[in-house]
């Protein structure tokens, strides 16, 4: 692989390129579909492809081609080569790249159970008994669909520079929906997990407390109340405030966007929240689900501060971004797979624990919301997001009360930094997937956080 990637980069230094990366991948998947209690999908294949990005007086060219064979990638470094050159005859800013340090390495990963030793059947089997879990909780529970996926395999870097990278990869990712009825009322709880630690994890979260806790949600909203509309303090779950920190506020904060406007584009260095708001992009923490050892431009992976003690410190760049900016990378471009152009994107997303206990965030509300789980979010560039939530509760007199079903609370990003006046020592890591333009797992979360106030809505 190495002597072919360093013959490609020669044919397009001598074409002219000023700098060329060369990127592989050799991929196993499996998924599997169940939908109540029925096999629907059993999908798995292996996948080879990969990617050449050049870069010629200021303006990129991009080629992907399905295999890793020296052939086609000389055809496509040519091609590449084509689109840069083109490029660079309109480019009326040429833009440039930071120096990054020269590394060679491979990163390998050793699971206790490797999913690609893991019979399909035992997969099926497994996602067989939480099926059964579920709709044996109770007669309410009418329906579930339950999809698994793992990804495993290496990627391969090579640039012009002398980077050679050998990175093993390893992706499991479970998604568990389920609706329950009673009468005319309709509940529906989802469940997200996520691992690249290895199929093991399924002894500790075995299919029995999925399956439970999926159930549970969904039958505990048959009973929930609507929300009251309206400004209130809340509380807010470390899932839901990890979807805030990402959806709401991490996006403003990748470089590309923030130059494409986003309203921190001249917040650097400046408050925008409350002193009890920390939050950070972190690369770097053992099995978390947007952790890895290096980028897709090779450039190390790394914990950054984002917001320090309520300012503004830093934003989540590339190569590209940081020279206009002035500053190191940050380590977060990232491509879905050969298929893509590395773009900068969060790793795991969350706000720092604090030092209250989740007893002493209640007690000061008199009436207010517990925010634990989302559904789903959105947010804008102007700073405005939505945030729509699966499992909530009244707090009443400084204590948890009735659950409240449909709710969803929205607002400014900065506004809302601004508001928390509590977080709790409480902290936990959840998945997710995000769609900038391209698919990357991700981690978000934090503490449970409290907010002054928020506005709540009824339906999400």
């Keep these: 692989m190495r002597d072919d990637f360093e013959e490609v980069i020669n044919v397009g230094q001598e074409l002219g390129a000023t700098y060329i990366e060369v990127r592989g991948q050799n991929l196993s998947q499996t998924s599997v579909t169940i939908k109540d209690s029925r096999v629907e999908t059993v999908k798995k294949g292996m996948e080879q492809g990969s990617a050449i990005r050049i870069f010629v007086n200021g303006a990129w060219g991009f080629a992907s081609v399905g295999t890793l064979e020296k052939p086609s990638l000389v055809d496509s470094i040519a091609e590449a080569f084509k689109m840069a050159k083109t490029a660079s005859l309109k480019v009326k800013a040429p833009s440039r790249l930071s120096e990054s ?55 391969y870097l090579m640039n012009s520079e002398g980077t050679y990278i050998e990175q093993d990869k390893l992706y499991i990712y479970l998604v568990s929906v389920a609706t329950a009825k009673e009468v005319d009322r309709l509940a529906l709880s989802h469940d997200l ?17 999925i399956g439970r806790r999926v159930a549970k949600r969904a039958i505990d909203q048959l009973k929930a109340k609507k929300p009251k509309g309206g400004t209130f303090p809340s509380i807010i779950g470390p899932r839901v405030i990890g979807v805030f920190a990402h959806e709401a506020f991490g996006h403003l904060a990748e470089a590309d966007l923030t130059m494409s406007g986003s309203v921190l584009i001249d917040k ?16 770097t923490i053992s099995g978390a689900f947007g952790s890895f050892k290096y980028d897709d431009e090779g450039v190390p992976s790394q914990k950054t501060t984002l917001i320090e003690n309520g300012e503004l410190v830093s934003l989540m760049h590339n190569r590209e971004t940081c020279q206009k900016f002035g500053v190191e ?109 391209q698919r990357a797992f991700v981690g978000a979360g934090g503490p449970h956080t409290r907010v002054k106030e928020v506005l709540i809505g009824g339906a999400a």
């Design 268 to 283: 650097l260095g400046k408050k925008v929240a409350s002193e009890k708001v920390s939050i950070y992009d972190d690369g």
């Design 329 to 437: 990378p940050t380590g977060n471009a990232r491509a879905q797979d050969f298929r893509f152009e590395p773009i900068i994107r969060m790793r795991n997303t969350y706000l720092a624990g604090g030092d209250c206990s989740f007893e002493e965030l209640l007690e000061d509300i008199k009436f207010g919301y517990y925010i634990k789980d989302y559904r789903g979010g959105q947010a804008n560039l102007d700073g405005t997001f939505q945030v729509g939530v699966q499992e909530a509760f009244e707090i009443v007199k400084g204590e948890v009360g009735a659950p409240v079903s449909n709710l969803s609370f929205s607002g400014n990003t900065l506004e809302t930094l601004f508001n928390v006046d509590a977080v709790g020592k409480d902290f936990a890591l959840s998945v997710g997937v995000c769609g900038k333009d």
């Design 193 to 209: 997990l996520g691992y690249t630690s290895g199929f093991e994890e399924f002894d500790k979260e075995t299919p029995e407390v």
């Design 101 to 155: 340090k020269t590394v060679e390495a491979k990163v390998a990963i050793n699971p206790k159970k490797d999913p690609r030793k893991i019979s399909i059947k035992e997969k099926i089997d497994l996602l067989l008994a939480e099926d059964r879990t579920i709709l044996d909780y109770d007669s309410r529970m009418k329906s579930c669909t339950i999809n698994y996926l793992d990804i495993t395999g290496t990627d």
